[in-house]
């Protein structure tokens, strides 16, 4: 896969789409990649393109589509994140062929959706997204959504990445510059931006800075999903600059501030 940084820097949330089904090879080379999806946490994720239609499935939040992609990820440590990396990789993807998407986790009948996948007890269904081609304009109501959330604005990188503990923001600069402003452009629910990185003797440390209100049994833990988004936007893009990215879960014990949780570490290879 090719052209990540690009599809994360040029991606936006799409909830107007121009109502044409999507064009048959695009669907194939759709169904085709999904057929290679892995996830660095090694969690099995099914995702499945389903017709609206047939399914009766939409949202309020969003008009003209005509296709979804929703998925399952059993209910064990770390489900959540690899549920978030491998859907961002699918919809960065879809991005890359012109075909847009938006993260949709409350603004829908969730029954209809779970139903649609076969939804079982063990497993949990954490979101959504419609795959269309984009409107030439957005309704109002998606221009007042993202003004509401902020949809074109970001954290300041010093308030995202630091240098050997929380108390000293990194110089984003050098061949890891790309890496961490595809992390900062990444969605997030209700744009809150939760992930956290500290650099230290040469590993990335991915933390979650919780808020209230992101965690259900049907979804689990929404803000863990944002990290896995982040962690494949850092972890792709890392690739395409010719890096070899390695995973692992160990908590380096660094002091971190109340409600700041340990996700994962990334080491950087070539």
Not at 1 to 16: E, H, K, L, N, W
Not at 22 to 40: H, M, Q, V, Y
Not at 214 to 224: E, N, R, W
Request: glycine fraction near 10%.
């Amino acid at each position: 896969m090719t052209g990540i940084y690009d599809a994360a820097m040029a991606r936006r949330s799409v909830r107007t789409f121009d109502g044409r089904p999507l064009a048959p090879e695009d669907r194939e080379k759709l169904e085709a990649f999904i057929g290679t999806l892995e996830n660095p946490f090694g969690v099995p994720v099914q995702l499945f393109l389903l017709d609206a239609g047939e399914h009766g499935l939409k949202s309020p939040v969003v008009s003209g589509e005509k296709l979804y992609v929703a998925g399952t990820v059993e209910k064990v440590p770390h489900g959540e994140e690899a549920y978030g990396y491998a859907l961002e990789t699918l919809l960065l993807y879809a991005k890359s062929l012109g075909i847009g998407s938006v993260w949709i986790g409350g603004t829908m009948k969730r029954e209809v959706f779970e139903k649609a996948v076969g939804l079982t007890p063990d497993k949990r269904m954490p979101c959504v997204s419609p795959l269309g081609y984009p409107a030439k304009k957005m309704s109002v109501r998606e221009v007042i959504m993202r003004k509401g959330v902020g949809a074109d604005e970001r954290k300041k990188p010093q308030e995202l990445f630091f240098d050997g503990d929380f108390g000293k923001p990194l110089d984003i600069e050098g061949d890891t510059e790309k890496l961490l402003e595809a992390v900062r452009r990444a969605p997030s629910a209700v744009n809150r931006q939760p992930w956290r990185i500290v650099l230290r003797d040469g590993l990335w440390y991915f933390y979650e800075k919780k808020d209230k209100g992101y965690v259900s049994d049907a979804v689990g833990d929404m803000q863990k999903v944002d990290l896995g988004i982040a962690l494949c936007h850092f972890m792709l893009s890392a690739q395409e600059e010719g890096f070899a990215p390695m995973l692992t879960v160990s908590d380096p014990g660094i002091e971190s501030p109340e409600g700041v949780e340990y996700i994962a570490s990334v080491s950087l290879g070539r």
